[in-house]
């Protein structure tokens, strides 16, 4: 359950673009935008490339099949995400993200400007088996123009007395006004 609230907050990247309070807006562009992501370990966020390696055939590519038709693809310690930025998602503060009620999260927006957004968030999760999950993370996002942005976050990570800490880095960069299927 970990690793799935883990991807579900690196599908959403830059982390953290969650509406919470009316943050300025970051002055980017409408449309197409691909977000690279690099985190500490090989294979898929949260889940160690050995553990990947040992789900079944069928089940691992079933995971890479709906990582692929939501625009995410991973390679060794990479993941790219693609992303539709829409006006209204500009305005909300979500400019990269999309709206996962399934978490229960609050965001806290420490500093916002057209250039700049720094947030806090803290999300808690049980799974149907009892077991609980909490994360805890920052995230930076600095437009560099409008046609590209960067930024990092740190994650803290504790699933029934387990922690794991993350530190990601991430760019992303304009392809065009058109989304096609991705949302």
């Known amino acids: ?21 009316k943050p300025a ?50 390679s060794g310690n990479t993941t790219v995400v693609k992303s539709c930025v829409t006006k209204e998602k500009i ?8 709206e996962n009620k399934a978490n229960n999260c609050t965001r806290t927006i420490v500093n916002s400007s057209s250039t700049h957004l720094e947030m806090k968030y803290h999300c808690d999760d049980t799974a149907k088996d009892g077991k609980k999950t909490t994360i805890d993370g920052t995230t930076t996002v600095d437009v ?4 590209s942005t960067k930024g990092m976050s740190h994650i803290v990570s504790n699933s029934d007395g387990r922690s794991m ?7 992303s960069k304009y392809l065009g006004s058109a989304c096609g299927d991705i949302k």
């Open 91 to 98: 305005e909300k503060g979500m400019a990269f993200a999309t």
């Open 1 to 21: 359950m970990r690793t799935k609230l883990i991807l579900c907050l690196l599908v959403l990247f830059p982390p953290a673009l969650f509406a919470a309070d």
């Open 144 to 147: 560099v123009n409008g046609d």
């Open 165 to 171: 800490n993350m530190d990601m880095t991430f760019t």
């Open 25 to 74: 807006m970051l002055n980017v562009k409408e449309g197409l935008w691909e977000v690279t992501v690099t985190h500490p370990s090989n294979g898929m966020p949260g889940m160690p490339e050995d553990a990947l390696a040992k789900l079944p055939p069928d089940q691992r590519a079933r995971i890479e099949e709906m990582m692929k038709q939501k625009g995410v693809t991973m």
